[in-house]
């Protein structure tokens, strides 16, 4: 009795500090979830970065010079690419806490034996899975058809990984805020897309005013899109050395946020 008494205690669970068959059965889920409509969460992204990509190069491309010493439909994929993993990787976390509470069975992930940060990392897995599994399939498309290479390939991979998780924490976060469908469609709506769009994915801010660019060096997706462009074609607006930094420390300051989130029960358990 003393020696349980002193592993409560302690913080010692019977199946160890970490939960790692509970985490690893959260993730398979998360994961299995979006493998199971694949039409709609891998091709579909595929296609519509195909649609911007060809429609930008065929209205902006013949008139348009090099951007950034690159041609412009290579200074533009990076940020297509970005901005699609991006918004699938918020998608996958936030629609997933939201179906749940709708339907009324999020208790099914709250009840088994998971702390606060196993709940974190597991719901992250399928959001940076699904990420990844985009970048690759878009890059190939792109490495196919436009010619894009990878001047940095740890920078890319890098910053395409931060990407996910940011905008997975981002989706768990708003999972959570949100009670119902339309309210999740206001913050999608209202802020990941405008952050998104007015982040020198399809412009480079050297081209912006001088208010206009210190906005945009307040958006950290920026440091994103122009720390994958750095990893693509060599080029960027900014350092991507402070772009890792900014990036992860926002990542960190978010994963927390949610972790305190899950901690407290917000949202989750009234």
């Known amino acids: 009795m003393e020696t349980g008494t002193n592993d409560i205690a302690m913080g010692v669970r019977r199946f160890g500090r970490v939960n790692w068959l509970g985490l690893q059965t959260l993730a398979h889920r998360e994961i299995r979830r979006f493998w199971a409509v694949w039409t709609q969460t891998l091709?579909?992204?595929?296609?519509?970065?195909?649609?911007?990509?060809?429609i930008f190069t065929l209205a902006i491309g013949p008139t348009r010079g090099?951007?950034?010493?690159?041609?412009?439909?290579h200074f533009l994929a990076p940020g297509i690419l970005t901005m699609t993993v991006i918004q699938n990787a918020f998608a996958n976390t936030s629609s997933s806490i939201v179906i749940s509470k709708v339907q009324g069975n999020i208790v099914d992930t709250l009840m088994p034996p998971l702390s606060p940060i196993e709940l974190v990392l597991g719901y992250l897995a399928g959001g940076l899975v699904r990420g990844l599994i985009v970048a690759v399939a878009i890059w190939s498309a792109m490495a196919l058809f436009v010619g894009?290479?990878?001047?940095?390939?740890?920078?890319?991979?890098?910053?395409?990984?931060?990407?996910?998780?940011?905008?997975?924490?981002?989706?768990?976060m708003a999972g959570i805020?949100?009670?119902?469908?339309?309210?999740?469609?206001?913050?999608?709506?209202?802020?990941?897309t405008p952050l998104s769009f007015l982040s020198g994915t399809f412009y480079s801010v050297e081209n912006l005013p001088h208010w206009f660019r210190?906005?945009?060096?307040?958006?950290?997706?920026?440091?994103?899109?122009?720390?994958?462009?750095?990893g693509v074609i060599g080029q960027s607006d900014s350092s991507p050395w402070l772009g890792l930094a900014v990036l992860g420390s926002v990542t960190g300051a978010v994963i927390f946020g949610v972790w305190v989130l899950f901690k407290r029960g917000t949202k989750l358990k009234s």
Do not use: C, E, W
């Open 214 to 230: 210190v906005l945009t060096h307040m958006n950290p997706v920026f440091y994103l899109i122009d720390g994958v462009r750095y």
């Open 148 to 172: 894009l290479g990878l001047a940095h390939p740890v920078f890319a991979l890098t910053f395409i990984t931060l990407g996910a998780l940011l905008l997975g924490a981002l989706g768990i």
């Open 43 to 54: 091709a579909a992204p595929l296609v519509t970065a195909g649609l911007f990509l060809t």
């Open 177 to 192: 805020i949100s009670q119902k469908f339309d309210q999740m469609a206001a913050i999608t709506n209202f802020v990941i």
């Open 66 to 73: 090099d951007v950034m010493g690159v041609p412009f439909i």
